[in-house]
C-alpha cells in the first residue's frame, strides 16, 4: 500500500522559526533512530553522516533542499525538507524519483505529526518504479517536509524541480527520461550529485527561457552519459567515474534579434472558395523556419472570423502545419444564395517564443454562387420533358401501387410525408463513384431545423456510418419496407 502526506509549515517570526527548527531537528532524529522492524537489506548499516544542502536561486527568491538519509536499522529512511529562504511567494513542483530496488513496498509519510496542518495528495505519475509529483505554493521561509521508507535499503530517491503547471503532453514526455534516472539505481552520493545537476539545469533553463524540448534533451543526453558511465565502470572496475565530471548542456540561448530572424514568412494571401452546393472549404499551410519557435499560436480576425477555424501543430522540431477551415452551412440563405460574394479578414500567427511577435497575412472566402433553387427547377423540368436520360425514381404512389400487390404487411396508411424545409441539393439517380448512383434525396436547411421520417418505422442506427453525418436510420415495414429514412 503507498501512503502520501505532506507538511506545509509557516515561520512568521523569528522566535518561532528557532523553536520550530530545534524542534525539527530533534523530531528528525528520533524518526531516523526509531527502531524498525524492517528487516536489515545491508550487512553494514549506516548513517548519512550530515544533511545534505542544496540551494537554488529561481524566480527572485532561494529555494533549499535538506535531505538525511538512515540504514542503521536495516532498510531505508529518508527525511526532506524544502523551504523557500526567500522573500517572495514561489509556485513550484517537486517530482520524487524512487530508484527500482527501493520502489516495490515504498511509503511516504508525515515525519512530523505532532505539528501537520494540512496533509496533501501527491499525483503518481507511474507505480513501478514510484515516480509522483506534487506543486507547491510556498510563501517566505514556509517549509514542505516529507518522510520516505522502503524494507529495501539499496539506492536513493531523486527529488528533481518541475513547473508545477505541466499539462498532460509534456508529462506524457517527460516520463520515459524519469523512468531512465529511476532505472540507474543510484548510490546515495549518486543521487545527490544526478539531483543537483538536473535541478541547476531546471533553474537555468528557466533564467534564460529555454524550451521544453531543450531542457529534455540536454537533461536525456545527461542521463545517458550517466548511464554509460555506470556500465563502463561495471566492465571496468578500474574506470574512474564521477557524475560530478559530468554536466547537463543546454543549448545557447537565442538573441531576440535571432528568433525574429528565424519568424517564418507566411504566404501573401490565402484564398478559399465555397458555393450553396458546398458550403465547407479548407487549405493546408505548412512552414519550416530556421529555428525551432516553440508552440504555433492561430486567431482569424474580420469577417472570416466567424466561420473560420484552425488545427495548428508542431510536426517536427521547426516543421509547422496548419489546416485552416471555413464552414458557411449555418448561414441562412436569402432567395437561395449566400448573402454575400465574399469574406475577408487575416490569419494571424504568433509563437510561445515569441509570444508579443506576430505576423499576419490576408484570408479571403470567396463565393461561387450557385442558385440551388433553379438548379432543382431545372432538373425537374428536364425530367419531366425526357431531356435526360431515364432514372429510376420512385414516386410515393409507385411505392403504394406496389405494395398493394406484393407486401403480406398490413399498410401503414398515406402518402409519403416530406421530411424536411429545405433546398435539394442531391438527387436520386446521381451518378456517384463506380457506376453507382445515388439512392436518396439530399436536403440542405440551417444547422438545428427539424427532420421528420417519411413514414411509421423502426430505428435501426443511430450515428449513421455512411456519409449523412450524425442522423437516425428508421426502416420503414408495411407499404414502404424496403426504404429507410436517415
Not at 100 to 114: H, V
Amino acid at each position: 500500500m503507498l501512503r502520501y502526506s505532506f507538511l506545509m509549515r509557516d515561520f512568521t517570526q523569528t522566535a518561532v522559526i528557532a523553536a520550530i527548527a530545534l524542534v525539527l531537528l530533534v523530531t528528525a532524529a528520533a524518526f531516523l533512530s526509531r527502531q524498525s522492524t524492517l528487516p536489515a537489506a545491508m550487512p553494514t548499516p549506516s548513517v548519512t553522516p550530515a544533511v545534505t544542502l542544496q540551494e537554488y536561486s529561481m524566480n527572485g527568491t532561494k529555494l533549499a533542499f535538506s535531505q538525511q538519509a538512515d540504514r542503521s536499522k536495516g532498510g531505508f529512511r529518508e527525511v526532506l525538507n524544502v523551504s523557500n529562504e526567500g522573500n517572495a511567494t514561489i509556485e513550484l513542483g517537486l517530482i520524487d524519483v524512487i530508484p527500482n530496488s527501493l520502489s516495490p513496498d515504498a511509503a511516504f509519510a508525515n515525519p512530523f505529526p505532532e505539528i501537520s496542518r494540512s496533509p496533501a495528495l501527491a499525483e503518481v505519475l507511474n507505480l513501478n518504479p514510484l515516480i509522483r509529483m506534487v506543486g507547491l505554493a510556498l510563501a517566505p521561509r514556509q517549509l514542505f517536509s516529507a518522510a520516505f521508507s522502503s524494507s529495501a535499503s539499496a539506492g536513493a530517491p531523486v527529488h528533481l524541480l518541475a513547473n508545477p503547471r505541466m499539462n498532460a503532453d509534456e508529462k506524457k514526455r517527460l516520463l520515459p527520461l524519469l523512468k531512465k534516472i529511476a532505472d540507474l539505481d543510484l548510490s546515495e552520493g549518486e543521487a545527490r550529485e544526478v539531483q543537483k545537476k538536473i535541478n541547476d539545469a531546471f533553474v537555468k533553463a528557466l533564467a534564460q527561457n529555454n524550451s521544453f524540448e531543450e531542457f529534455l534533451n540536454a537533461v536525456g543526453d545527461f542521463v545517458e552519459g550517466v548511464k554509460n558511465a555506470k556500465n563502463a565502470r561495471l566492465a571496468n572496475p578500474n574506470y574512474n567515474y564521477s557524475v560530478e565530471k559530468l554536466s547537463v548542456d543546454l543549448p545557447k540561448p537565442l538573441s531576440r534579434e535571432e528568433l525574429l530572424e528565424a519568424f517564418p514568412k507566411l504566404p501573401e494571401t490565402i484564398e478559399l472558395t465555397a458555393s450553396e452546393k458546398d458550403a465547407y472549404a479548407e487549405k493546408e499551410i505548412t512552414f519550416e523556419p530556421k529555428l525551432p519557435l516553440g508552440s504555433v499560436l492561430v486567431k482569424f480576425e474580420g469577417d472570416v472570423a466567424k466561420y473560420a477555424s484552425a488545427k495548428a501543430e508542431q510536426t517536427a522540431r521547426n516543421k509547422y502545419r496548419i489546416l485552416i477551415s471555413t464552414d458557411l452551412n449555418d448561414v441562412e440563405l436569402k432567395n437561395c444564395l449566400f448573402p454575400f460574394d465574399e469574406l475577408s479578414g487575416r490569419l494571424v500567427i504568433a509563437f510561445t517564443s515569441l509570444p508579443n511577435e506576430i505576423k499576419s497575412t490576408p484570408i479571403t472566402v470567396k463565393i461561387e454562387h450557385v442558385d440551388i433553387c433553379k438548379d432543382v427547377k431545372e432538373n425537374t423540368l428536364a425530367e419531366a420533358e425526357g431531356d435526360t436520360p431515364e432514372k429510376a425514381v420512385a414516386t410515393a404512389e409507385d411505392i403504394q401501387s406496389i405494395g398493394k400487390l406484393t407486401t403480406r404487411y398490413e399498410k401503414t396508411g398515406g402518402t409519403l410525408a416530406w421530411p424536411a424545409n429545405g433546398v435539394i441539393i442531391g438527387y436520386w439517380g446521381d451518378a456517384r463513384k463506380e457506376g453507382r448512383t445515388h439512392k436518396g434525396i439530399d436536403i440542405r436547411n440551417a444547422k438545428g431545423s427539424p427532420v421528420f421520417a417519411m413514414a411509421d418505422g423502426v430505428v435501426e442506427a443511430v450515428n449513421d456510418p455512411s456519409k449523412c453525418g450524425l442522423g437516425i436510420a428508421v426502416r420503414h415495414d408495411g407499404a414502404f419496407a424496403g426504404h429507410r429514412s436517415v
